[in-house]
C-alpha cells in the first residue's frame, strides 16, 4: 500500500468524485444512498490500520442491511471510500447507520452519510461524540479543545485497539478451533482426553479465555514499538508471555495446556501488527524477532535446560517452536496451505483441521513425541501418520479414531503439533484479512 500525504486539492476533489457518484446511483436506483467514509486528521488518509477498521465498518453495515442492491469500494490515497444502496426506507436506514456511528469508541472514526431522493444528506439527530475526550464533539471544535497532533494520536490509540483486539480474537479463536477438532489421536478433542489424565476441554477453553488479554497485549506491543530494534521489542513480548503463561497456570491449576502456542502464536501476532505498520509479511517480521535472541535461547537451553522443550533440544538438538519461529514458521505454512486447501474442497471446519493433522506429524520433530516416547516414539507417531495419508481420504477419519486408542495406549501425544495445527488456523485468518486489505 503506498502510504502519502494528500493535498487539499486532493481532498476536493475526492469530495465531487464522491458527490458525483452519489447523483449517479441516486438516479440509477431511486433509492436512498449510503456512503461511508472514515473520519481521519491530518494529510494521511489511507494505512493498513486504517483499511482495517474501514472494513470493519463495512462488514458493519451490511450486518445491519438487507442485501445491498449495489455495492462498491472505492480505495483512493484521500482515503477508502464504501458506497452501497439497499431496498430500505432512507429513514431506517438512516436511524440504522447513525446506531452503528455510536457502537463503541472506533465507531467515531465511522462517517456514514445517507443520501435522500432530493440528493441531500439525512441529518442524525444525536450529536457525535468525540475522538478524543468523547464529549460533545461541536463544543470540542467551537473551543478548539484539542489540537491536530492530539486528535492524530488519539486516532492511532483507537485504530490500534482495535487491531490488536482483533487479532488477539483470531488467536483465541484459532487455539479453540484446534482443541475441538476431532479425532486426534492422543489430543484433547471432543471424544476424549487422548493420552492426559490432567487435561480435558474445559480447561482448554478456560487456558484459551485466560490468554487473550495477554494476546491483546503482545500485539499492542508491537503496534506501539514498531520502530524499536527487534531484541528490544522481543524482551517486552517476552516479559508479557511470562504473563501469558502466570495466567494460564492460573487458570487451569498449573496444567500447561498451552505454553507453546504463548511463544508461537504471541510472536506472530507482534509480527502482524508490524505487517500493518511497516507492510510485508506477517511470519517474516516474526521470524526476524525470534532471529534476534534464539540462537542465545537455544544456547542457554543446551547448558541448563529447565523446560520439557528445552530438555528434548538438548538431549536430540531438536529445535522446536524456537527454530520454527527464526525459520518464518515453515511448517505452520505448509499446514495452513493444507488446510485451506481442505476447505476449498469443502470439507467442515472440523474435518478440514482433523485430517490436516496426520500431515503435521507425519513430518514435525515434535518435541513433545520426543518428551514421551524418545526417538522410537517420535518414528513410530510420524510413521503411522504417514500411513493414515496413504489412505484413500474417506478413509483416514476413521484411521485418525483407531490410531487414537493406539497413542493413548503408549501414552503419546503431539502436542507440537496441535500447536502447529492452532498456528496454522491463526495464519489462515490473519492471511485472509492481509487479501481483504488489498482487493
Known sequence: MNISKITLD???????RRAEKQRALTE???????????????EVKRTPLIELAFLEGVHRIEAAMPPALFREVWRENTGCEAFFVFDEGAGETKRRMVAIEEADALARLFDIDVIGMDGEKLTRGAERRCIVCGGPVTACARSRAHGLAEIVKSTDALLS???AERFAS????ALLLEVEATPKPGLVDRNNNGAHRDMDLALFRKSAAALKPHFVRMASLALMQHEAEPC???ASLRAEGLAAEHAMYAATGGVNTHKGAIFSMGLLLAGAALALRRGGDAALHAAALAQSDVAAELARAKAQPATNGERVYARHAACGARG?????FPAAREAMRIYQAFLREGKSENDALALTLPHIIAVLTDTNLLHRGGPEGLRFAQQKAKEVLALPEEKRMQALSQLDA????????PG????????AVLMHALEETAQDMVK
Not at 520454527?324 to 518464518?328: D, I, M, R, S, V
Open 10 to 16: 486532493e481532498m476536493l476533489s475526492a469530495r465531487e
Open 28 to 42: 440509477q436506483f431511486a433509492r436512498p444512498v449510503v456512503c461511508f467514509t472514515m473520519n481521519i486528521a491530518g
Open 161 to 163: 485497539a482495535f487491531a
Open 170 to 173: 483470531f488467536a483465541q479463536n
Open 232 to 234: 528490544a521489542l522481543m
Open 324 to 328: 520454527e519461529a527464526a525459520e518464518g
Open 406 to 413: 493406539e497413542f493413548i495406549r503408549r501414552n503419546l501425544s
Open 416 to 423: 507440537g503439533s496441535a500447536d502447529m495445527l492452532g498456528l
